[in-house]
């Protein structure tokens, strides 16, 4: 697909059949992502077959380049609340993106990837042994 310049989409929800037969949406699971780059992209109301904007995220999963699409506007006309959220992470940020079920409605949970951080614990001694540690995040 490289050769050809086709990127595969992140799918934080796939349809699946249930046990009696009919259609359902599921979650698949938490994404550990790097968010690369975004951009407004012209998509199509399935609905209704009108162009709406959409915001085209560029993430890279294992390694492996990807892209996810969303909505820019929520039904009432405001920002979407993805799009606000991921609006706030720098690039090269990594997160875990997570769809999940929430009443009637499709949520993406997003939780930003923080480094560890090396602490530094520097001790004291005198004649009688550590008198005091001080510890300093670098």
């Not at 407004?40 to 294992?62: A, C, F, H, M, S």
């Not at 079920?101 to 550590?130: A, H, T």
Request: proline share 4%; hydrophobic share 30%; glycine share 8%.
């Amino acid at each position: 697909m490289e050769e050809f310049n086709i990127i595969p989409r992140l799918r934080l929800f796939q349809k699946q059949k249930n046990a009696e037969g009919k259609m359902e949406t599921k979650a698949t699971g938490e994404h550990k992502v790097k968010m690369i780059a975004d951009k407004e992209v012209e998509g199509t109301d399935y609905q209704t077959g009108k162009p709406k904007p959409q915001i085209r995220y560029l993430v890279e999963e294992n390694g492996e380049k990807k892209i996810y699409e969303t909505d820019k506007f929520n039904k009432k006309g405001e920002l979407n609340y993805l799009v606000r959220r991921l609006g706030e992470i720098p690039e090269n940020t990594e997160v875990i993106l997570k769809g999940e079920r929430r009443g009637m409605k499709n949520y993406v949970d997003v939780k930003i990837v923080l480094e560890p951080q090396s602490i530094e614990v520097e001790e004291e001694y005198d004649e009688n042994g550590p008198e005091q540690a001080e510890i300093s995040e670098l």
